[in-house]
């Protein structure tokens, strides 16, 4: 049997195929494009679907594929009658008026009840729903059932519309995890006979012919990246553990953490796992941070420079995109960076203290799987092991973990078998004067007024 996981990110969107063993046998890639209609910044949904659907009907041809899985970036939503969208899906990157948002922002529930801090943007994708509801209330009146991301892909390739708990308690203000039931937002706004009924990630919930034959594949469910990834090792029996996913946003979940030690001022959050389990959660854009740093570098960092910038003390301080736990300032370069591959470096150096510093404040102290893009080589996990050297690390054997989560989620729904490839241990790296680098870098931010002190294992 094999499946085929649409990845849809926000930079970059992907097929996969996988295999029952895990591994992929194809893939192909593409970059949604986010264009201006109506004054605002909208997904080009029909491009994304021309090119999708070609990949699939490909993938059926070639691959015989017998299911089709999703997995997607947070903070979107689609709003959808009997056959299409009553409005284009909005792009979260975008801020409501001011006049609007000191209106919608009085209506969006207390951090106590739904874990999800007030964010900027449409990262919490409630306030987006207020918003759009406020400008366009005849697509909000049209609408049969408000969806997930991914659940919007999921039946738009044939299945029927549904609800999935690891999407909508994705920071989204609709969700109280404690009560593990919509939040009080829902109900004030009318929403909750707008909800679809629920279905589990990966479950079937319809069926498409695809390809040249009109091969029958089924439609899962889909499922938030993120915790696909977070599926994709716990399934795996480690033990505690915490997940690093790497892509746009870096995600550090530890489900261990309490969830008093939350900081909503930190963009520290409860994520909720595909079984409805709350997973304390810190994250900051740093994909997004390591493109404006490094000036869009592509391709492999030697080490020798990334010794470099360590000798020569460059430091970038946050921050460079919004949110994340240091939000609020602007990002800046201290020191002369004389190339750009030592720019480059100096970006993954920041990536890297600033996944450190995530995870003293997310208390973690057990095995830490990195995971995803950013740890191409496998350079960016060798330095964090040498930062935490109390400390187990691991690395993913792909950088697709949350493709292969969501596969995984895919076979399992239909009883079968997948053997995803076991995550890989990681050698410390073993440059000089890094830990040097760290206290330095701690100590600049503090002298600039960006709180960063932070308790934890290193």
Not at 116 to 133: A, C, E, I, T, V
Not at 297 to 310: D, E, H, K, M, Y
Not at 319 to 348: H, K
Not at 353 to 370: A, F, H, K, N, P
Request: glycine share 12%; proline share 5%.
């Amino acid at each position: 049997m094999k499946v085929a996981v649409l990845d849809f990110g926000k930079t970059n969107s992907k097929l996969f195929v996988f295999g029952q063993d895990g591994r992929i046998v194809d893939e192909r890639r593409t970059k949604p494009d986010w264009i201006r209609k109506g004054g605002l910044s909208v997904l080009d949904e029909a491009a994304l679907h021309g090119w999708a659907l070609e990949a699939v009907n490909d993938a059926a041809d070639a691959h015989g594929i017998e299911g089709l899985m999703v997995s997607g970036h947070g903070c979107t939503f689609a709003l959808v009658d009997e056959a299409a969208l009553t409005h284009p899906i909005l792009d979260y990157e975008q801020e409501p008026p001011a006049e609007i948002a000191a209106r919608i922002d009085r209506r969006v529930p207390d951090f106590a009840e739904t874990f999800s801090p007030r964010l900027p943007l449409g990262f919490n994708y409630g306030r987006h729903m207020l918003w759009l509801k406020e400008v366009e209330p005849a697509a909000f009146a049209a609408a049969k059932a408000i969806l997930g991301y991914p659940q919007y892909w999921s039946w738009r390739f044939g299945g029927r519309a549904v609800s999935e708990v690891s999407y909508l308690g994705c920071h989204s203000h609709l969700w109280a995890p404690r009560r593990r039931d919509f939040s009080s937002l829902v109900d004030a706004e009318g929403w909750r006979h707008r909800m679809p009924a629920f279905a589990r990630a990966g479950a079937v919930v319809g069926e498409r012919r695809f390809g040249r034959v009109g091969k029958p594949v089924a439609i899962h469910n889909g499922v938030h990246d993120s915790n696909a990834a977070l599926h994709a090792y716990r399934r795996q029996a480690f033990g505690p553990l915490t997940v690093v996913s790497t892509g746009t946003w870096v995600i550090v979940l530890n489900p261990s953490c309490p969830l008093d030690a939350l900081d909503r001022d930190r963009d520290m959050l409860v994520n909720v796992d595909v079984d409805g389990g709350p997973v304390p959660t810190i994250r900051f854009m740093g994909g997004r941070e390591f493109a404006v740093i490094s000036g869009n570098w592509q391709g492999a960092i030697a080490p020798a420079s990334v010794q470099r910038a360590i000798d020569a003390g460059i430091k970038a301080l946050p921050s460079f995109a919004p949110g994340g736990p240091m939000s609020g300032r602007t990002g800046e370069i201290a020191g002369r960076i004389s190339n750009a591959e030592e720019r480059a470096a100096v970006a993954l150096l920041y990536v890297a203290l600033m996944i450190d510093l995530s995870l003293d404040l997310i208390r973690s102290s057990e095995t830490v799987i990195v995971d995803g893009g950013l740890n191409a080589g496998g350079l960016l996990a060798g330095l964090l092991a040498q930062l935490r050297p109390g400390q187990s690390f691991l690395q993913g054997a792909t950088l697709e973990g949350s493709a292969t989560g969501a596969a995984a989620l895919a076979f399992e729904s239909v009883g079968r078998e997948f053997a995803a490839e076991q995550p890989e241990p990681v050698r410390a790296a073993s440059f000089k004067g890094l830990a040097g680098y760290r206290d330095d870098w701690r100590g600049l931010i503090a002298e600039r007024g960006i709180a960063a002190s932070a308790g934890g294992a290193r």
